[in-house]
């Protein structure tokens, strides 16, 4: 797969309340951008792509996720903006989708945020970021039993004739939850890679400091000495979204951004 087209002017933006340093509310935007990608499968119309949507809207003095108010508003867009429809397109959640006005991050259960993108959407594949929690161990395994839910945590596995790959949790202390040791991280990222997936989901940011692109140099490398892939993921801001390694290996990253991948196959 590659994307063959990334528009980097907003198409829509959606607003919203977060937090910033200080527990200071502050109002921001959540940009919705549209490229195009080959290799997709002909019955799959798009991909949703999206990752740190950490902001709350408040509603009728209700305060809703993000991540909700998007799943519901996306494809009535999607019908009117693109001609297309919802469910002929796949949604990929590449972490932290919790947010409170309390105070900045926490931990949160964020199973609304994929059913409310599972309703409207064909499937929903992805992972958790290091502020998202899918409740108890019970509701959790119901969870992953649902109907059009995928979720990844050091797996890899076919979806709609895509091969795609997901790694769950940040580096960092595996005492934490959602934190895997530097090791046992770099270790799976190097066994997915092995097996060739079309899509690598992260949450963790591969960086590239020449470039100035931040994150984390050994994914980087890992990733650079595979197959060349497509890997989404978010947890550190980048100001342009995509950037292409040296294998040929796209990363787009999309953090706080919603980025539509047309079929352009």
Known sequence: MKIEKLNPDAIENIYYKTIVSGDKVTDAKLPILLGKVSGL?????????????????????????????LADYLPLFIEIELSLIPKNIGVVL?????????????LGDVR????????GFKW????????????????????????GIHYFDKEISQI??????????IIGDSDRVNRISKEDY??????????????????????????????????RRI??????T???????????????LANKTQVLNVDSRVVILLNHS
Request: aromatic content about 6%; charged content about 25%; hydrophobic content about 35%.
């Open 94 to 106: 590449c972490g932290d989708l919790y947010a409170t006005l309390g105070k900045r991050g926490g």
């Open 160 to 169: 709609d004739c895509l091969s795609i790959a997901g790694i769950s949790g």
């Open 41 to 69: 499968p002909k019955h799959i119309d798009a991909l949703v792509v999206t990752s740190d949507l950490q902001g709350i809207v408040r509603k009728d003095n209700h305060e809703i996720l993000l991540g909700e108010v």
């Open 223 to 228: 990733i650079e000495a595979s197959t060349p």
């Open 186 to 219: 770099l270790q799976r990222i190097k066994k997915l890679l092995l097996k060739s997936p079309d899509i690598l989901i992260l949450h963790q940011t591969p960086g590239n400091l020449e470039e100035d692109y931040s994150g984390d140099e050994n994914i």
């Open 230 to 244: 497509l890997v989404f993921c978010g947890h550190i801001h980048w100001e342009k979204p995509l950037i292409e």
């Open 112 to 119: 609304g945020v994929w059913n409310h993108f599972n309703k």
């Open 124 to 147: 929903v594949a992805g992972i958790s970021g290091n502020h998202d929690s899918f409740g108890e161990i019970k509701g959790f395994e119901e969870f992953k039993k649902i109907d």
